[in-house]
């Protein structure tokens, strides 16, 4: 398996998919993080690809608890005050390797998780169907304390419809669906149901200097390429690294006329639903 791995996502649905076979799990709100557990160390990468290790080093001096060989997905989430506080995910995903020390000093992260892909023993095991990795990393985590533990997980509809509706209180976005016999892999597979009123929207590229964005170039749903409204210091600051690392892109314009920087694939965002249908797009996080 090579390093950074190719993820699972999740596509939006209406309503939870019923009926034998389907499996349920929660729906954090945190920073997607894949664990590798090397010989000698360990390192973590984002949903794009970039390493996030020296933002979530606290997770990262955790991770050696793991047996080597150990690659685990999951989610960077930070509880302040008894809830999800996404805010705090975003200032440490932003942070510099000095000021995420500060802030993991004050708030401390978990790392939540809810698949194994390489197995110390196994080696590779994303063909293996879901409810069998799910059991290999129960396993694995067996004797592993906070702040690495497995997500909960119901293969009853009626406990995932009251996840739903009660916890999120607790920043529980909503809930994830995931066919049993199913192996991991790449794109959209599983499903979801969220709470929030957002789409995700790819972005294609930039207004501004990568490492201060304006706005963004996004590719909504329906194919359509549009510039978001001006981001938040929060949100360009979230966005920079990714930008940065892309190195330069090319100049190109929507189709209402607006110029932009291309940047490479890989950055998702979520945009508020209501706002996609004008020409211009509200940025509610980067994901």
Known sequence: ME???PIALARPVAALPAGPGWWYEPKLDGHRCVLWRDADTVRLHARSGRTVTSAWFDIAVAGMNLLPGSVLDGEAVIWADGRLDFSAVQARAASTVTRSRSLAARLPASYAVWDLLAHPELGD???LPYTERRRLLLELLENIAPPIQAVPATDDIEVARDWYEHLQDQGIEGIVAKRANAPY??????SKVRHAETVDADVVGYTGAPARPRA????LRDGRRALTQRLTAPLAAAAAPHLMAAGPGARARTPGGDTYTSTAPGLVVEVLAGTTRHAV????RIR
Do not use: H, K, S
């Not at 892999?185 to 599983?190: C, D, E, F, L, S």
């Not at 963004?216 to 590719?219: I, N, P």
């Open 3 to 5: 390093y950074p791995v």
């Open 281 to 284: 797009v509200t940025v509610t």
């Open 185 to 190: 892999r790449a794109g959209r597979i599983w």
């Open 216 to 219: 963004l170039a996004v590719r």
């Open 125 to 127: 095991i994303r063909t």
